[in-house]
């Protein structure tokens, strides 16, 4: 096992999502709920590449549902299961009505992204989701107070899983050519006097 | 009291501007040498187990009120034609760690097999900082050379340089397993912005002298000199610095609207005083003449700092000569500032900025404990505002770069992306290289004049978090957006990916909130620069501990 910083974990995380497909921003969003995650289970790196892995598979919420969300109607499962991330990020941008919580959203795929996205929000799942839960449906209800980030742990990760993930980080890397090595970095000057 | 508005960040963040900055009583080190001072320190020489040639290891132990800290320091012989100030080095004449605590016999020697190896070594949280230097070859030979012989160096050669060890790189905040920033921001003396990098670098100047005083003493045991005391104080230690450190203000808004808005906080204070005390003129007059000698020794290879620099020191006699009749008039500080606005360069005026500063201590550094941030407050999104507000206040925020026109191949010829051999930033040409479409999101302007135009395709009164919800490739720009609407100083004002973007303008604005002098632009990407260079020795304001007392 290889212990990583908290930063580490952020970094990498931030970087494989990006690499995986979501969006820049969307990939800082899941960069920091991947520290949330890894500061309460050592199998962070296991669900962050579940993640990676599986972000061609989910898709996002269609506007149809999200009225029926904030509407307080009963939900309707589409035919593939929920981006976790997306799904979170609507929640945090534009948290639903107080009228419409509790809520309930079907058919989540690898749930626990949701419950460590809305860690920072005053919500969170009614009931707790393991690591690896594939598919499940959510209830999202309202607390007091976001949750206090928690310091002094450290993400530990096997290196299997490791490589997996810098797999999918070296995606937003772009090898060097002969010119970028000389003029990337800041042009050929002698620097060694 | 006059109130004074605070110079707005349209004259504050722009590049050139930024690119004249110079540090100020403000700036980290200074305030971590204040703290040091206030609260006491002690510092001893736990280890120093080097050989004839200076190799091998030495600890310093730092003892503040509440805890211990230590400079871990190898030496290790390196070929000359491995010597770079480059990232893509691999190998250094010393490494480094700031370590929590006395490291015991057994943690040396953890520390010994991977500090040399820098990035490719692995560190724990007791690890605080990680950094290397290098040698600056020929000055330090000269240097051991001459106390050998009992003589002390050639005070303007040596003078000229600054320093006889450059530092190539200082990590923190969790890097390469290192402790995270989290862990030591609750404690009052590593709280500040980079005091932790900053407390390791003033330990390394410390053995940077010690190392030459041991080889010189090595070489001739009876008839060797130590280095002069005012010349140990008049060196620094020496820096490269390259794009790595570029981003850091972009992807730190919120830090870096509270760095800045802390100096310009006190310039205002400052030129509001409606009275210049006897005290603070003599203050002023000497770190004006502390400036004045200091822009003598400063060299640089760079046609355009050289020319800055002649000018600067113009400007410094200017100011000379007028000083006694600007500080008769009345709110004599302002007067001198709208002085150097009127007819100073911009290194000129920075250059007065900090200056102004320097006499007034009790007026302004309660503001450096501001600046830091809790970047939490910047990662969430408000999506329950319009489509049609947000577009307005991108227009607002962003009226600066409404006349860059990004169809122009100039203003969009550079990309910024991480290398896969160095996993370091790079700036790269975008007509010219492949990997565009792997660009970094530094490209600010352009996207937020992109994210204005796609939201001015949707209906005005739609949610944010609807837009956002088909359209999360503007994500990282709305949450920007927010952020430099209600933080003024954390956008740079000026596009950064244009044909004609020097980044060793933004290095330079970084470095000086560090404490940064003797700029030396070697190139448009990558300068060199010293700390700590004329500032008390870490064993002048740190009473030195007993040998042997505990730590």
Same mark, same amino acid.
């Given at each position: 096992?290889?212990?990583?910083?908290?930063?580490?974990?952020?970094?990498?995380?931030?970087?494989?999502?990006?690499?995986?497909?979501?969006?820049?921003?969307?990939?800082? /969003?899941?960069?920091?709920?991947?520290?949330?995650?890894?500061?309460?289970?050592?199998?962070?790196?296991?669900?962050?590449?579940?993640?990676?892995?599986?972000?061609?598979?989910?898709?996002?919420?269609?506007?149809?549902?999200?009225? !029926?969300?904030?509407?307080?109607?009963?939900?309707?499962?589409?035919?593939?299961?929920?981006?976790?991330?997306?799904?979170?990020?609507?929640?945090?941008?534009?948290?639903?009505?107080?009228?419409?919580?509790?809520?309930?959203?079907?058919?989540?795929?690898?749930?626990?992204?949701?419950?460590?996205?809305?860690?920072?929000?005053?919500?969170?799942?009614?009931?707790?989701?393991?690591?690896?839960?594939?598919?499940?449906?959510?209830?999202?209800?309202?607390?007091?107070?976001?949750?206090?980030?928690?310091?002094?742990?450290?993400?530990?990760?096997?290196?299997?899983?490791?490589?997996?993930?810098?797999?999918?980080?070296?995606?937003?890397?772009?090898?060097?050519?002969?010119?970028?090595?000389?003029?990337?970095?800041?042009?050929?000057?002698?620097?060694?006097? | 009291?006059?109130?004074?508005?605070?110079?707005?960040?349209?004259?504050?963040?722009?590049?050139?501007?930024?690119?004249?900055?110079?540090?100020?009583?403000?700036?980290?080190?200074?305030?971590?040498?204040?703290?040091?001072?206030?609260?006491?320190?002690?510092?001893?020489?736990?280890?120093?187990?080097?050989?004839?040639?200076?190799?091998?290891?030495?600890?310093?132990?730092?003892?503040?009120?509440?805890?211990?800290?230590?400079?871990?320091?190898?030496?290790?012989?390196?070929?000359?034609?491995?010597?770079?100030?480059?990232?893509?080095?691999?190998?250094?004449?010393?490494?480094?760690?700031?370590? /929590?605590?006395?490291?015991?016999?057994?943690?040396?020697?953890?520390?010994?097999?991977?500090?040399?190896?820098?990035?490719?070594?692995?560190?724990?949280?007791?690890?605080?900082?990680?950094?290397?230097?290098?040698?600056?070859?020929?000055?330090?030979?000269?240097?051991?050379?001459?106390?050998?012989?009992?003589?002390?160096?050639?005070?303007?050669?040596?003078?000229?340089?600054?320093?006889?060890?450059?530092?190539?790189?200082?990590?923190?905040?969790?890097?390469?397993?290192?402790?995270?920033?989290?862990?030591?921001?609750?404690?009052?003396?590593?709280?500040?912005?980079?005091?932790?990098?900053?407390?390791?670098?003033?330990?390394?100047?410390?053995?940077?002298?010690?190392?030459?005083?041991?080889?010189?003493?090595? !070489?001739?045991?009876?008839?060797?000199?130590?280095?002069?005391?005012?010349?140990?104080?008049?060196?620094?230690?020496?820096?490269?610095?390259?794009?790595?450190?570029?981003?850091?203000?972009?992807?730190?808004?919120?830090?870096?609207?509270?760095?800045?808005?802390?100096?310009?906080?006190?310039?205002?204070?400052?030129?509001?005083?409606?009275?210049?005390?006897?005290?603070?003129?003599?203050?002023?007059?000497?770190?004006?003449?502390?400036?004045?000698?200091?822009?003598?020794?400063?060299?640089?290879?760079?046609?355009?700092?050289?020319?800055?620099?002649?000018?600067?020191?113009?400007?410094?006699?200017?100011?000379?000569?007028?000083?006694?009749?600007?500080?008769?008039?009345?709110?004599?500080?302002?007067?001198?500032?709208?002085?150097?606005?009127?007819?100073?360069?911009?290194?000129?005026?920075?250059?007065?900025?900090?200056?102004?500063?320097?006499?007034?201590?009790?007026?302004?550094?309660?503001?450096? /404990?501001?600046?830091?941030?809790?970047?939490?407050?910047?990662?969430?999104?408000?999506?329950?505002?319009?489509?049609?507000?947000?577009?307005?206040?991108?227009?607002?925020?962003?009226?600066?770069?409404?006349?860059?026109?990004?169809?122009?191949?100039?203003?969009?010829?550079?990309?910024?992306?991480?290398?896969?051999?160095?996993?370091?930033?790079?700036?790269?040409?975008?007509?010219?290289?492949?990997?565009?479409?792997?660009?970094?999101?530094?490209?600010?302007?352009?996207?937020?004049?992109?994210?204005?135009?796609?939201?001015?395709?949707?209906?005005?009164?739609?949610?944010?978090?609807?837009?956002?919800?088909?359209?999360?490739?503007?994500?990282?720009?709305?949450?920007?957006?927010?952020?430099?609407?209600?933080?003024?100083?954390?956008?740079?004002?000026?596009?950064?990916?244009?044909?004609?973007?020097?980044?060793?303008?933004?290095?330079?604005?970084?470095?000086?909130?560090?404490?940064?002098?003797?700029?030396?632009?070697?190139?448009?990407?990558?300068?060199?620069?010293?700390?700590?260079?004329?500032?008390?020795?870490?064993? /002048?304001?740190?009473?030195?501990?007993?040998?042997?007392?505990?730590?």
């Amino acid at each position: 096992m290889i212990d990583l910083s908290l930063n580490e974990v952020e970094t990498l995380s931030a970087k494989a999502a990006r690499g995986a497909g979501f969006s820049w921003g969307l990939a800082e /969003d899941i960069g920091r709920a991947a520290r949330q995650i890894a500061v309460e289970d050592e199998n962070w790196g296991s669900a962050m590449l579940s993640l990676v892995e599986n972000a061609q598979s989910f898709e996002a919420p269609a506007p149809d549902r999200t009225t !029926r969300w904030r509407n307080g109607e009963a939900d309707v499962a589409a035919a593939r299961p929920l981006c976790p991330i997306r799904t979170a990020a609507l929640l945090l941008d534009d948290p639903p009505p107080a009228s419409a919580m509790p809520l309930t959203i079907l058919d989540v795929g690898l749930p626990v992204w949701l419950d460590a996205m809305l860690r920072r929000s005053n919500m969170r799942m009614a009931r707790p989701v393991g690591l690896m839960t594939p598919l499940a449906d959510v209830i999202i209800e309202g607390r007091a107070a976001a949750m206090q980030p928690i310091t002094g742990r450290r993400g530990a990760i096997d290196e299997r899983t490791l490589a997996a993930l810098n797999s999918f980080a070296a995606k937003t890397y772009v090898p060097e050519s002969e010119r970028s090595r000389v003029r990337g970095a800041g042009g050929g000057r002698v620097d060694d006097e | 009291m006059t109130a004074i508005a605070l110079r707005p960040p349209e004259v504050v963040m722009r590049l050139q501007r930024l690119g004249a900055a110079h540090p100020t009583r403000l700036s980290f080190l200074r305030q971590l040498i204040r703290r040091a001072t206030r609260e006491g320190w002690r510092v001893r020489k736990d280890r120093f187990d080097l050989d004839d040639h200076g190799f091998g290891h030495a600890v310093y132990a730092v003892e503040t009120p509440a805890r211990t800290y230590s400079l871990v320091a190898f030496s290790t012989p390196l070929d000359d034609e491995k010597r770079s100030d480059r990232v893509i080095a691999q190998a250094w004449d010393t490494s480094y760690v700031l370590y /929590d605590g006395l490291p015991d016999v057994a943690e040396i020697a953890r520390l010994e097999a991977n500090a040399p190896l820098q990035e490719v070594g692995r560190f724990t949280s007791r690890e605080l900082v990680l950094a290397r230097a290098n040698k600056s070859v020929r000055l330090f030979e000269e240097v051991a050379s001459a106390l050998a012989q009992g003589q002390q160096p050639d005070e303007e050669q040596l003078l000229g340089v600054g320093y006889l060890l450059r530092t190539t790189a200082v990590y923190g905040n969790g890097k390469f397993g290192i402790a995270d920033r989290d862990e030591i921001a609750s404690r009052p003396e590593l709280s500040g912005s980079f005091q932790a990098e900053m407390l390791t670098v003033w330990l390394i100047r410390s053995f940077t002298l010690d190392l030459v005083d041991h080889i010189a003493h090595r !070489r001739n045991p009876i008839g060797a000199a130590r280095l002069a005391p005012d010349l140990r104080r008049a060196l620094g230690v020496g820096n490269a610095t390259g794009l790595g450190m570029a981003p850091f203000l972009v992807r730190h808004p919120l830090l870096t609207h509270s760095w800045f808005l802390a100096r310009e906080t006190a310039l205002a204070r400052v030129r509001a005083e409606p009275h210049a005390g006897e005290m603070e003129r003599k203050a002023f007059l000497q770190a004006l003449t502390d400036l004045r000698r200091r822009v003598t020794r400063w060299y640089s290879d760079d046609s355009r700092q050289a020319a800055a620099t002649r000018l600067l020191a113009d400007n410094l006699d200017t100011l000379t000569e007028n000083l006694d009749q600007l500080l008769a008039k009345p709110h004599p500080w302002d007067a001198l500032y709208r002085f150097a606005e009127d007819r100073f360069s911009l290194e000129g005026q920075e250059a007065c900025v900090s200056l102004l500063l320097e006499p007034h201590g009790a007026l302004v550094d309660d503001l450096g /404990d501001t600046m830091k941030a809790d970047e939490t407050p910047g990662h969430a999104i408000d999506g329950s505002v319009t489509c049609g507000s947000l577009r307005q206040a991108l227009l607002d925020s962003y009226s600066w770069a409404a006349s860059v026109d990004f169809d122009d191949p100039a203003a969009n010829a550079r990309f910024w992306y991480v290398s896969a051999e160095k996993l370091e930033p790079r700036l790269g040409e975008r007509f010219e290289e492949d990997g565009a479409e792997l660009e970094q999101p530094l490209a600010t302007a352009r996207d937020a004049l992109g994210l204005a135009a796609a939201l001015a395709q949707e209906p005005a009164s739609n949610r944010l978090a609807d837009f956002l919800l088909h359209r999360p490739q503007w994500r990282h720009a709305a949450r920007r957006a927010q952020i430099v609407a209600r933080f003024p100083y954390s956008e740079i004002h000026d596009n950064l990916i244009g044909a004609d973007l020097r980044p060793v303008d933004i290095l330079r604005a970084k470095l000086a909130f560090f404490g940064a002098r003797s700029f030396d632009p070697r190139s448009d990407r990558w300068l060199r620069i010293a700390l700590f260079s004329g500032e008390p020795l870490i064993e /002048d304001v740190a009473t030195p501990a007993p040998a042997g007392a505990a730590a």
